[in-house]
């Protein structure tokens, strides 16, 4: 585990500030990360956004390009 990441600022924005930031960026930019069940993200996510559901993030981290800021919701 790169045990570093734990120790890095974190910004939280609220669905607002979020899309202002997205509105910014090219999707290739940033890791959009969908932290929500399988069966939650058909019914609705932000496009581009790459599912790995909260309890297989940490064995999944290494799908997240880590030069990249990372929104997660």
Do not use: C
Not at 43 to 59: D, M, S
Request: avoid cysteine; hydrophobic fraction near 35%.
């Amino acid at each position: 585990m790169r045990w570093r990441q734990f120790f890095k600022p974190v910004k939280s924005l609220n669905g607002e500030q979020a899309k202002r930031y997205l509105e910014g960026l090219s999707p290739e930019a940033v890791n959009l990360l969908d932290v929500r069940q399988a069966g939650e993200y058909p019914q609705g996510h932000i496009p581009g956004a790459k599912l790995i559901p909260l309890p297989e993030l940490t064995e999944r981290l290494d799908e997240l390009d880590p030069t990249k800021p990372t929104v997660v919701y």
